[in-house]
């Protein structure tokens, strides 16, 4: 009897090592199978960019795929407009890097998780199709949660963001502010996060943080978001009217 126990056990243990091995390579070819999928495609190139990641590092040019893991650079005069495959878009400035740390995809076209993260330069984000709370948007000092949504951000000496369309929540630290109005703004110095709008800065003030904003000639149609009406109240507003997350506006606070 003892034999006979232990002749299963050890006729059953062979199979478990063996469904154990099988899972373990397919799980290892999904993986490198995924990690070859392209999440997006640069539909405009200007200048130069390139990307850093599970490819390699390559030149970028109107066409070129991009992938997960990928770190993405563009030169001095460099600009991207890059489409994801969930719709999302993403157009990266002159002189930024910024880095897709997570693009998982669902079974309705969409994203269960995408993370991207800037280390420097200017920006404009257009949500897809995804789930809202599938997006998070990083820079070095903030994080962004969004809700249907259009803005551009920056990381050039903080964090700087304006709404163009949408919701948007902005952290720093423990302190949120809600975006919800067009041409509304919040700015990141140091730990704080300021409450302001287009109206409230002077004249050229942006003109490095917020390229877009000036002009929107060299972006394809689906990349525009009618700047040009935040551009136009630029200095007009009452000065000294900004507020610091959590007090006043339109919500927000410790969270």
């Known amino acids: 009897m003892l034999q006979s126990i ?5 006729e059953n243990m062979k199979k478990i090592l063996i469904f154990m091995t099988c899972l373990t390579v397919w799980s290892q070819l999904s993986l ?20 850093n990641g599970p490819q390699g590092k390559r030149n970028l040019t ?8 990928d770190t993405i650079k563009t030169g001095f005069w ?20 910024i880095k897709i740390d997570e693009f ?3 079974n309705d076209r969409g994203v269960s998780s995408f993370a991207i993260r800037a280390a420097r330069g200017t920006f404009r984000f257009i949500s897809g199709i995804s789930k809202k709370s599938a997006y998070k948007i990083s820079t070095r000092n903030a994080v962004m949660g969004i809700r249907g ?17 949408g919701l948007l929540t902005v952290c720093v630290q423990n302190t949120c502010i809600d975006l919800n109005s067009k041409c509304e703004m919040a700015l990141q110095r140091g730990g704080r996060l300021i409450r302001s709008t287009t109206a409230q800065l ?3 003030a942006y003109s490095l943080t917020f390229p877009f904003i000036r002009s929107e000639s060299g972006l394809l149609a689906e990349y525009r978001l009618g700047a040009a009406a935040c551009d136009s109240g630029v200095g007009k507003g009452p000065k000294g009217g900004n507020s610091e997350g959590g007090t006043g506006g339109t919500g927000g606070g410790k969270r």
């Open 78 to 97: 460099g600009r991207l407009q890059l489409r994801f495959i969930d719709q999302t878009k993403l157009v990266i400035g002159p002189r930024s890097e």
């Open 149 to 165: 949504t259009g803005f551009d951000f920056s990381d050039r000496n903080g964090t700087s963001i304006v709404l163009y369309n």
């Open 32 to 51: 490198a199978s995924f990690a070859s999928t392209p999440v997006g495609v640069i539909e405009k190139a200007n200048g130069s960019g390139n990307a």
């Open 202 to 204: 002077p004249p050229n």
């Open 104 to 106: 998982i995809p669902d």
């Open 62 to 69: 109107t066409g070129s795929t991009v992938f997960k893991d």
């Open 6 to 10: 232990v002749r299963i056990l050890g």
